[in-house]
């Protein structure tokens, strides 16, 4: 059940990216990769941002955890506005809302096991814990990993280090969770598999941001969706609705496709 406190809220979110010039960078032109965007991310709630290669969801996401700012517009993460945050504050809230990255093995350091990774996520989110082997092992267990605890990243494969991530992720206990594509490159099968795994703890205090192209995954995961073309919001519904309502034409395209 959705309570109504929004996690994440973005309100009038613009950004454009400026290109070089001839004589440096230009205070005119630019890529505008976010148009008057807003999104919000209430608890117990599973939103899916969804749009082509190119249409800003990454960099809305950048954005959403203060890794970029907004050129306008606001951005609120639980409950307070970003724009006043200092960078302790930031460390601290960026502990509650965790990010899967689109590319399984940028978030992976190649000269650590599985293990050594889990325990690292263990010291960062709970350092109080005294029983660490049994919390790492917890991890690995809860994702499939108890037999690959002591593996490289080279050893691993796409869905594994995947899985990897979804376990770092748990140990975290995150508010909210955001996932940039993470079923790139994996069958149907396996993208089932893995969204539930991301869902396996959904409560009615953590809300999801899930980031695709894929509008089948979304529609088979998520409570609402968000249809962003070309930096802008174009349209919003329940999953439900999917089909039954009248669509805009760039949804009934991903729809056809």
């Given at each position: 059940?959705?309570?109504?406190?929004?996690?994440?809220?973005?309100?009038?979110?613009?950004?454009?990216?400026?290109?070089?010039?001839?004589?440096?960078?230009?205070?005119?032109?630019?890529d505008t990769a976010?148009?008057?965007?807003?999104?919000?991310?209430?608890?117990?709630?599973?939103?899916?941002?969804?749009?082509?290669?190119?249409?800003?969801?990454?960099?809305?996401?950048?954005?959403?955890?203060?890794?970029?700012?907004?050129?306008?517009?606001?951005?609120?993460?639980?409950?307070?506005?970003?724009?006043?945050?200092?960078?302790?504050?930031?460390?601290?809230?960026?502990?509650?809302?965790?990010?899967?990255?689109?590319?399984?093995?940028?978030?992976?350091?190649?000269?650590?096991?599985?293990?050594?990774?889990?325990?690292?996520?263990?010291?960062?989110?709970?350092?109080?814990?005294?029983?660490?082997?049994?919390?790492?092992?917890?991890?690995?267990?809860?994702?499939?990993?108890?037999?690959?605890?002591?593996?490289?990243?080279a050893q691993l494969?796409?869905?594994?280090?995947?899985?990897?991530?979804?376990?770092?992720?748990?140990?975290?206990?995150?508010?909210?969770?955001?996932?940039?594509?993470?079923?790139?490159?994996?069958?149907?099968?396996?993208?089932?598999?893995?969204?539930?795994?991301?869902?396996?703890?959904?409560?009615?205090?953590?809300?999801?941001?899930?980031?695709?192209?894929?509008?089948?995954?979304?529609?088979?995961?998520?409570?609402?969706?968000?249809?962003?073309?070309?930096?802008?919001?174009?349209?919003?519904?329940?999953?439900?609705?999917?089909?039954?309502?009248?669509?805009?034409?760039?949804?009934?395209?991903?729809?056809?496709?």
């Amino acid at each position: 059940m959705v309570d109504g406190q929004a996690l994440l809220s973005l309100r009038g979110v613009t950004k454009a990216f400026r290109r070089p010039s001839l004589f440096g960078v230009s205070r005119v032109t630019g890529d505008t990769a976010l148009t008057d965007v807003n999104l919000e991310v209430r608890r117990g709630e599973v939103v899916g941002l969804i749009g082509e290669s190119g249409s800003g969801k990454t960099t809305l996401v950048r954005i959403a955890l203060g890794l970029i700012a907004p050129d306008a517009g606001e951005v609120h993460l639980f409950g307070r506005p970003t724009a006043d945050l200092n960078k302790t504050e930031w460390m601290k809230l960026r502990r509650r809302a965790q990010l899967i990255i689109q590319n399984p093995s940028g978030s992976l350091n190649p000269g650590l096991t599985v293990r050594a990774h889990l325990e690292e996520s263990m010291a960062l989110h709970q350092p109080s814990t005294e029983d660490v082997d049994g919390g790492v092992q917890s991890a690995a267990d809860s994702v499939g990993l108890a037999h690959r605890l002591d593996a490289m990243p080279a050893q691993l494969s796409g869905g594994e280090k995947r899985r990897v991530g979804i376990a770092r992720v748990m140990i975290a206990r995150p508010d909210i969770l955001i996932a940039d594509e993470p079923t790139t490159g994996l069958d149907a099968a396996l993208k089932a598999d893995l969204i539930d795994l991301l869902l396996s703890e959904r409560g009615s205090e953590r809300g999801y941001l899930l980031i695709s192209h894929d509008l089948a995954l979304v529609r088979y995961a998520c409570d609402r969706i968000v249809v962003l073309r070309a930096g802008a919001v174009v349209e919003e519904m329940a999953v439900e609705d999917i089909g039954r309502i009248e669509h805009h034409p760039y949804t009934l395209n991903l729809l056809e496709a």
